[in-house]
């Protein structure tokens, strides 16, 4: 079993940061693609940004030139740095991880358990 668990997240005035980080543990071997998902209060849970296990990234539209993902492999680890944040970034951010448990294992899809992000004006 893989247990992810993010850190970071708080009430920040429009314009602000923050760093959100998430670590794994438990039962990992390879770790393939991490992400970054965004749920607003009454919209669907979407993504934010994802980083493969070579650093290729990709952002959603509305982060590009503000969030940067980034991983650290030797800590099983993923980072959100979130600048200029505006109103409309609140919500609970979660984060994503494809684990593989062993040597060939298919990744398996984990989440941790969120950590809210409230962006005032």
């Known amino acids: 079993q893989v247990l992810l668990v993010e850190s970071g997240g708080g009430l920040v005035q429009a314009g602000g940061s923050l760093r959100l980080s998430c670590a794994a543990s438990g039962s990992i071997f390879t770790i393939e693609d991490m992400a970054w998902y965004a749920q607003a209060p009454g919209k669907q849970r979407e993504l934010v940004a994802s980083i493969t296990r070579g650093g290729s990234t990709t952002y959603a539209d509305s982060v590009k030139g503000r969030f940067t993902i980034s991983r650290d492999d030797f800590k099983s680890a993923v980072y959100l740095e979130m600048n200029s944040l505006k109103p409309d970034d609140t919500a609970v951010y979660y984060c994503?991880?494809?684990?593989?448990?062993?040597?060939?294992?298919?990744?398996?899809?984990?989440w941790g358990q969120g950590t809210q992000v409230t962006v005032s004006s």
């Open positions: 994503n991880a494809d684990v593989g448990s062993w040597y060939r294992a298919p990744p398996v899809t984990y």
